[in-house]
């Protein structure tokens, strides 16, 4: 039962964990990466998502001039990464070299899609807004990489196999390992009506 009702919106992002993705953008052949936890999936047709990023981060001044950047999910085992690239900046160095990231190769952009990634996406900058303090950046997903073996059956990712990093604010990582999974059917439960 919640017990805080308050208009004082304070830290709202600290009340819902949050799958946390590195941005990864290159631009004239050199790359670099930042946490962000802020971003969504917003549409089927064109695939289209979006991240949101401060015009304090070298990545925002990337993106604008190369027009794509990667989006790259990564296990709790390798949060550290996650800490590493988000408490950095690449104005001042090189974080692929310094933290050691590996790279894969994408298939469309020139980005560099994470080694330690279980899950990627290629995005080519799609639409820019600013919203308050931070910048939208919405991408047109144009390729995907995902790890199969992750897989359930039904192919969507096992989170107990695939571990993701969720963050929590306050510079605290979670994962969702021995959760318990439960199917509910949408169609089946929007159906639902109170009976009696
Ligand atoms: C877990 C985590 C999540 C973050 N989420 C965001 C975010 O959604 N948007 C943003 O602008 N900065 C976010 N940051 C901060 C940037 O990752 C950080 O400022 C980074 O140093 C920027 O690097 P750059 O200057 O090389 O672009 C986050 C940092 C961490 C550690």
């Known amino acids: 039962m919640k017990d805080v009702h308050t208009e004082d919106a304070g830290q709202f992002y600290y009340h819902v964990p949050w799958p946390v993705a590195v941005i990864a953008v290159r631009w004239e052949g050199k790359d670099n990466a930042m946490a962000a936890a802020w971003h969504a999936p917003i549409s089927f047709d064109p695939p289209l998502y979006g991240v949101s990023i401060s015009p304090k981060r070298h990545t925002y001044d990337l993106i604008d001039k190369a027009r794509e950047f990667t989006a790259n999910f990564l296990p709790l085992g390798a949060a550290?990464?996650?800490?590493?690239?988000?408490?950095?900046?690449?104005?001042?160095?090189?974080?692929?070299?310094?933290?050691?990231?590996?790279?894969?190769h994408p298939l469309v952009v020139g980005s560099p899609i994470l080694s330690a990634a279980y899950?990627?996406?290629?995005?080519?900058?799609?639409?820019?807004?600013t919203y308050g303090d931070?910048?939208?950046?919405?991408?047109?997903?144009?390729?995907?990489?995902?790890?199969s073996r992750l897989q359930a059956p039904d192919g969507t990712t096992d989170p107990q196999a695939a571990?993701?990093?969720?963050?929590?604010g306050a510079e605290m990582y979670a994962t969702v390992a021995?959760?318990?999974?439960?199917?509910?059917?949408?169609?089946?439960?929007?159906?639902?009506?109170?009976?009696?």
């Open 178 to 196: 021995g959760m318990t999974k439960r199917h509910l059917d949408r169609k089946v439960y929007g159906a639902r009506r109170k009976t009696g």
């Open 80 to 104: 550290e990464a996650i800490a590493a690239v988000g408490g950095s900046t690449g104005r001042e160095l090189d974080k692929f070299a310094e933290f050691d990231l590996g790279r894969d």
């Open 119 to 129: 899950a990627a996406y290629e995005c080519v900058l799609h639409d820019a807004r």
């Open 163 to 168: 571990e993701p990093s969720l963050y929590l």
């Open 134 to 147: 931070h910048r939208w950046f919405v991408g047109r997903i144009v390729a995907v990489h995902y790890t």
